[in-house]
């Protein structure tokens, strides 16, 4: 028996279980089980909805977006003088004239020779359409002159033309100390000169610090992304000697504390599932923004607390998808369909439907509800915070 099947439906062990809290005999009216209900493995329970609501269709956006947040290419470790190509350039263009998106951000654009190719096959090829981020020297953090290289590569990337820096979540859950082979901390002071360099040539920081609560709990029957952790072992940072969420996030807290005139977009909201710990930080780190990529399955299920976010942070939100080519991550794969569901999201009230285009919801069992934001607050989540962090025209 394999471990999906140990989470087994049973429709008369259910309805056993219930009969027997009740009552020891059927009460009038009451149905008997059928006496041998097949059991159901949870994977191929997919529920359809019974409610009869508006279902709107929103093929365009109504206003221009910028995606922030997507995954054209990928840096390769350990190989800066090549790139990865993961979506080609004209299927998405295709996809950007049909769905109203003026410009696609490929945060993922290494460094080096890698970066310029990148460059050269997206902002070079289709001005305007795209613009490429470069990521730090991961591989080289340990060596002796790292915070200077760093700095150094950083003006070598924005010569080259990158537009910002993206941190992967590498930073604070993956990159080891060469030697003893401790976690390097998100604000560790060997990448100061990096953020400062950010600052001083315009580049907003896109960093992605920490994950999902559950993904640092144990994998268990009260984990509510039990099937997403099922289906990606490797997610999961509980144990070992990995820190606690809350303590990853301060880490960042304090680079952005320390790094005034850095502009830091969040990526995934910061954290989408403390809404208030979120808006605590954005109120204390006017340097701070925040991106909605492969989040809205969290925003859209708190659906009055996401709308009051919304209007608060209206100036320091920016649309994301973290569109990448990955069939394993449907709330993430790049196509029409997922910037339907976003705009539905965004643009109407539309009730309990799906935050990713997939037969069953991939990181828990739960729908979202539209937060039907006003035409000034969608210009500005769309399109404007993202141009005006970019250094393009309002
Ligand atoms: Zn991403």
């Not at 299927?91 to 998106?101: A, S």
């Not at 920081?205 to 559950?214: C, F, K, L």
């Not at 709308?307 to 790049?334: A, C, E, H, M, N």
């Amino acid at each position: 028996m394999n471990r999906r099947n140990w989470i087994a439906l049973s429709a008369a062990a259910l309805a056993g279980g219930r009969s027997r809290a009740q009552s020891s005999a059927p009460q009038p009216g009451q149905s008997q089980p059928p006496a041998e209900a097949p059991e159901l493995p949870l994977d191929q329970y997919q529920p359809k909805s019974m409610l009869h609501v508006p279902e709107t269709r929103v093929p365009r956006s109504r206003f221009p977006v910028i995606d922030f947040h997507a995954h054209i290419t990928n840096g390769i470790p350990g190989d800066p003088a090549n790139i990865r190509f993961s979506l080609e350039p004209a299927h998405c263009l295709d996809v950007m004239d049909r769905k109203n998106i003026r410009a696609m951000v490929s945060l993922t654009g290494g460094y080096g020779d890698g970066l310029r190719q990148a460059i050269a096959k997206l902002s070079s090829a289709h001005p305007g359409r795209f613009t490429v981020f470069t990521e730090p020297a991961w591989a080289k953090a340990s060596d002796a002159g790292y915070s200077k290289l760093q700095a150094d590569l950083i003006a070598d990337a924005h010569r080259a033309g990158a537009t910002g820096i993206k941190v992967l979540k590498t930073l604070g859950l993956f990159l080891r100390e060469r030697g003893d082979n401790r976690l390097v901390r998100v604000d560790d002071r060997r990448f100061d000169p990096m953020w400062e360099a950010a600052a001083a040539l315009k580049m907003p920081v896109a960093i992605h610090v920490s994950d999902p609560e559950a993904f640092f709990l144990p994998i268990d029957r009260f984990n509510e992304r039990w099937e997403e952790l099922h289906a990606h072992p490797t997610w999961s940072f509980h144990g070992k000697d990995f820190p606690a969420n809350r303590e990853l996030q301060e880490a960042r807290r304090n680079v952005m504390r320390r790094h005034p005139r850095t502009q830091f977009v969040c990526l995934h909201v910061a954290d989408a599932e403390d809404l208030p710990y979120v808006s605590e930080c954005m109120d204390s780190h006017p340097n701070m923004h925040v991106d909605i990529a492969a989040r809205i399955g969290e925003l859209g299920r708190q659906p009055r607390m996401a709308r009051k976010f919304f209007d608060r942070y209206q100036d320091r939100i920016v649309f994301g998808t973290d569109s990448s080519s990955s069939p394993s991550t449907p709330q993430q794969l790049f196509g029409d369909a997922l910037y339907e569901i976003y705009y539905r999201f965004l643009e109407t009230e539309d009730e309990y439907f799906d935050y990713a285009p997939a037969p069953v919801p991939p990181q828990g069992r739960w729908r979202i509800y539209g937060i039907g934001l006003p035409e000034a607050v969608l210009r500005k989540v769309y399109r404007e915070n993202a141009a005006r962090l970019l250094g393009w025209p309002a």
